[in-house]
């Protein structure tokens, strides 16, 4: 049988007797598992493989299956027993795997063309037995599942899992010697202004600049070393660039306006990343994002008492993302925060794996920021959560809108974590287009060839106006160039 045939009956057999595939296109792997006197033996290369599925999404072994040039056939195990046991012996002895995920319930007997099989199924470790390795060693001796194989990781990647094992919160430390001039004052200014009038009885409103840092756990003392000074989330939050780029040198910050399908020549209409003309800190970067996701978002009339409510669910989702991006970060890793705004829709990339499994984080109700300090800053100015309702949040606002939303992570290049929010079909918002945009429709409707200066001259405006309203055209999806910068002609597409 094929692989696609093998995998099909396979975990239709699971299902029918209530085992529950770990995900959507679960892993799937097979070993003879016949051993020296044919009665069955766990063989060697299951190890590696049982370590790289703990350490990635998870999957099921079946042993008893041969395999040869992706044909697949049915050895069987005559002795299935003997097989369960010496895996569950091997599984607890440390000495061989670092830690046992197993339980009675993940290795069962199943029955195909008359033979006996054991399905494995190996449960995604949760991030405090992350690595799991073999040998009593972590450093070259840990695998993770890449595509469909178990691949050795690298050193490096094996002191992340080590390090997020055994910090709860990757923000806490103490940089030290930093002080209130490595911080950007019109960023920390602008978060009290938010927080007084989110807050405005708070003790802390009437609070210096340095106290309010150290209450907010921007600034912090170490009674056993006696250091004191900014914490990372306070450098990350409010600091200016140099000082981030000493604390955290991988960090970066990068969002970007995309066509569905960018000129060869345009990468991108508009972008915002550390330029050296804003501070180029978290909380800035939100602000300017911010306003840059929900800048044509229709807001129906509606009041709150005598306030109009200027907010929708797209509205609460697309801060709700933003912000569950900024705080899950890993901002010592290789990947860069990454915020892209299409025509289509929306993406969201962090550095790091998810620290949870996708369909528990999407399901909610638990909790593991990476960045616990950054993330209580945002939610004194009533943004985001720490209850493990985020996604949940975001899930059902973005849904209940009739659009479509996917979480995923992978490990190459980098570890890294991406939720894509998509446009249901015909309902990508927009604005009206105004008078000069209708003006520059109703000519390239004409003549797509025009270019700026023929438009600029045609309607009176400046070359820059026009490219401006060009520009928000295309955002809009009302235009589409087709075709080379140069050469090319304009598509009026509504």
């Given amino acids: 049988m094929t692989e696609d045939q093998l995998e099909q009956e396979a975990l239709g057999w699971l299902a029918s007797v209530g085992y529950t595939p770990l995900r959507e296109g679960v892993e799937l792997e097979c070993k003879a598992a016949q051993g020296a006197s044919g009665r069955g033996q766990v063989p060697k290369d299951f190890w590696p493989t049982y370590s790289a599925m703990a350490n990635a999404h998870g999957g099921v072994v079946l042993l008893g299956i041969c395999e040869k040039t992706g044909v697949f056939s049915v050895a069987g195990l005559n002795d299935p027993a003997k097989v369960r046991a010496e895996l569950f012996n091997n599984l607890n002895n440390p000495g061989k795997v670092s830690t046992n995920l197993l339980s009675d319930a993940d290795v069962q007997e199943m029955v195909l063309d008359g033979q006996t099989e054991l399905a494995v199924r190996v449960p995604q470790a949760a991030r405090k037995d992350k690595p799991v390795f073999l040998n009593g060693q972590p450093l070259g001796n840990t695998y993770r599942r890449l595509n469909d194989g178990d691949r050795k990781c690298d050193d490096d990647t094996v002191k992340r899992m080590l390090a997020e094992q055994v910090q709860d919160s990757r923000d806490t430390r103490i940089c030290n010697r930093f002080g209130l001039a490595d911080l950007d004052l019109e960023s920390l200014h602008a978060y009290r202004n938010q927080f007084a009038s989110h807050k405005p009885g708070h003790p802390w409103v009437g609070t210096d600049d340095t106290q309010f840092l150290r ?280």
């Fill in 215 to 494: 209450l907010l756990g921007a600034w912090r003392h170490d009674r056993e070393t006696r250091e004191s000074g900014l914490t990372l989330a306070g450098v990350l939050m409010f600091g200016q660039w140099p000082a981030i780029m000493e604390c955290a040198p991988l960090y970066f910050v990068d969002y970007q306006e995309q066509a569905d399908a960018p000129d060869t020549e345009v990468r991108w209409l508009d972008r915002v990343v550390p330029d050296g003309t804003w501070s180029g800190n978290v909380f800035d970067f939100y602000r300017k994002v911010i306003r840059k996701l929900t800048a044509d978002l229709k807001v129906p009339f509606a009041l709150k008492g005598d306030t109009r409510v200027d907010d929708t669910p797209i509205h609460q989702a697309l801060r709700e993302a933003l912000v569950n991006t900024l705080v899950h970060a890993y901002y010592s890793d290789r990947a860069s925060v990454r915020v892209i705004r299409r025509p289509s829709g929306f993406e969201f990339r962090n550095p790091g794996a998810l620290r949870v499994p996708v369909a528990q984080a999407l399901k909610g109700g638990e909790s593991d920021c990476r960045t616990r300090t950054l993330q209580q800053m945002f939610l004194m100015i009533n943004l985001g959560e720490r209850a493990g309702s985020g996604l949940p949040r975001i899930l059902a606002s973005w849904q209940g809108e009739g659009h479509t939303l996917e979480l995923t992570e992978s490990f190459e290049p980098y570890d890294q974590s991406v939720l894509t929010m998509g446009w249901a079909p015909g309902k990508t918002p927009g604005k009206t287009p105004g008078k000069t945009q209708r003006d520059i429709l109703a000519l390239l409707r004409s003549d797509g060839s025009l270019a700026f200066p023929q438009i600029a001259q045609a309607l009176g405006k400046s070359e820059s106006a026009v490219e401006r309203a060009i520009k928000a055209l295309r955002q809009e999806g009302w235009l589409e160039r087709v075709g080379p910068a140069k050469g090319g002609v304009w598509k009026v597409l509504k």
